[in-house]
């Protein structure tokens, strides 16, 4: 996932949609400060439980530098989870889940990620490692403000606030130094992993800022990687708190031009654009929100910043999307639960799609936010700057780690890679990826998905089986033929039209009259 960190009264960790930058970013924080983690040597896979793993799988753990210039100095544990192939005569190749964010547990992701990669996992084992900063793997965590008030929470200043706050905390951690959770460091982690289990090669699947990761994993070793997909690209010369504008404008511009084009949307709501716009107007004002996590109404001051919030996680998944017509005209009558309500449903506060806000500012900040001040690409009409505004704020004081110029560089692919996109995803659309593509060459293939959104090769049955036969191919040149013509027609879901006295009378008349 890469989610965006727009505001929104819903006190929750928002994904990136299939593996999601922070969605919504009212969780701010939705965990406590994670303890230091016992440092040990590589251990011996171990036979242990996962949530929501019905059989046995197997946990391992390598002890790596917190520096690398340093390696005698801290000490940090890497934790992964191996899901121990089902057939006696497996391949030699496992799959490495890289997690969205940044700022995902991968191991965290075993549950919900093995049913979509069983057929893999019959000859091929699968490996999740949380990326240092994630999960069990020095936790870069901030605490969890899911009691506080939502006109806490959403006052101006509060995130800022709030995050300044956590980052202190974590730099008293004894593996506080948050200038040494870059990507560049992680992956030679993952690699470090790679060889305590005596891989040769693996097949890499990362999503969201899972692809800026496989990315830097191939540039820096590519002799140990046999294919690659990456899906919703997030490339390593992507701006994200610059892009985020542009293409949260784009997906948020389809809802109205798929509700204009609608004759039923377009009946019932045919001043949409202008409620919106009126709406925004009106802003800043009182408005009365239920506390999704008490229950209680409370009075908020709501700002655009806060709407904008609101309204950009359902752009991560079109079925969602799809509501938002309803919810935007619910709004602009002054009823704002139906918005808060549909904000709150990705991730739905689920401890697998939780960020840890520390390692993904760790990440940002070192990455990004050096550049967001030479950019020249054009806000969106209704996103403006707020993103670029509030990482520029954030990471003016967040220690900045080192990353080398080469990170920046995509290089041919020695291997086939599939890079897969929505066409409607608000984060990571397919013209970043129709750059890599050109990046990566002859060995590089690109599959767009019109009607999808934030997540596809994992997110989409058929496009699974796309995933599995492009990894499973004995040959390179198979693999890149592979037939992925069965998303090509998939329709975008239709605006949801809450029922009205009238179309609740016309369906009472149609059934009796089916009934004589």
Not at 37 to 44: I, L, M, Q, R, T
Not at 176 to 183: M, N, Q, W
Not at 359 to 379: G, K, N, Q
Request: charged share 20%.
């Amino acid at each position: 996932m890469f989610t965006s960190p727009g505001a929104t009264p819903v006190p929750r960790s928002r994904p990136s949609a299939a593996l999601i930058l922070l969605a919504a970013f009212a969780g701010l924080a939705a965990g406590s400060a994670g303890a230091a983690p016992s440092v040990a040597p590589a251990s011996a896979l171990q036979p242990c439980r996962v949530d929501g793993v019905p059989t046995e799988v197997l946990c391992g753990g390598l002890s790596r530098p917190l520096d690398p210039a340093r390696p005698d100095g801290v000490k940090i544990d890497i934790r992964y989870v191996v899901v121990p192939a089902l057939a006696r005569n497996k391949l030699p190749d496992p799959v490495l889940l890289l997690a969205g964010g940044p700022g995902q547990s991968a191991t965290a992701l075993t549950a919900s990620v093995l049913p979509r990669l069983s057929r893999l996992n019959y000859r091929r084992d699968l490996v999740f490692i949380d990326q240092r900063g994630t999960g069990r793997s020095a936790p870069l965590s901030c605490p969890d403000n899911s009691d506080r008030s939502l006109e806490e929470l959403i006052k101006p200043g509060a995130k800022v606030r709030l995050l300044a706050q956590c980052r202190d905390t974590l730099k008293r951690l004894p593996y506080g130094d948050l200038r040494f959770f870059t990507t560049t460091i992680a992956m030679q982690d993952m690699d470090a992993v790679r060889a305590a289990l005596g891989v040769d090669q693996w097949n890499l699947v990362g999503a969201s800022y899972g692809t800026r990761a496989a990315l830097e994993y191939q540039r820096q070793f590519p002799a140990h990687v046999r294919r690659t997909v990456i899906d919703g690209v997030a490339p390593p010369d992507m701006v994200l708190p610059v892009s985020f504008s542009q293409d949260a404008q784009r997906a948020f511009d389809l809802v109205f031009e798929s509700c204009a084009k609608s004759p039923d949307c377009n009946a019932r709501y045919p001043a949409l654009r202008t409620d919106w716009q009126s709406l925004v107007k009106s802003l800043p004002r009182k408005v009365s929100f239920t506390h999704p996590m008490t229950g209680r109404p409370e009075e908020v001051s709501l700002t655009r910043e806060t709407l904008l919030g609101l309204v950009r996680p359902p752009l991560y998944s079109p079925p969602l999307a799809a509501a938002l017509p309803a919810a935007l005209h619910e709004a602009a009558l002054g009823r704002f639960d139906a918005l808060g309500g549909l904000a709150g449903q990705l991730g739905g506060g689920s401890r697998a799609m939780r960020i840890f806000e520390g390692m993904h500012f760790s990440v940002v900040c070192a990455e990004d936010a050096p550049r967001i001040a030479t950019s020249t690409e054009a806000p969106g009409a209704d996103f403006g700057t707020l993103d670029r505004d509030l990482y520029t704020s954030v990471c003016s004081g967040w220690p900045r780690g080192e990353v080398p110029a080469a990170f920046y560089a995509i290089p041919p692919a020695k291997s086939p890679v599939l890079l897969t996109s929505g066409g409607s995803d608000p984060a990571t659309p397919q013209r970043h990826a129709q750059r890599v593509q050109q990046a990566l060459g002859a060995n590089a293939r690109h599959v767009v998905v019109a009607a999808a959104g934030h997540g596809v090769a994992l997110a989409l049955p058929c496009m699974r089986d796309v995933l599995f036969r492009f990894i499973d191919a004995a040959a390179d040149a198979d693999a890149l033929q592979v037939d992925a013509s069965c998303a090509k027609d998939l329709p975008r879901p239709p605006a949801y039209l809450p029922p009205t006295p009238a179309t609740i009378a016309a369906a009472a008349s149609a059934a009796r009259e089916s009934d004589r």
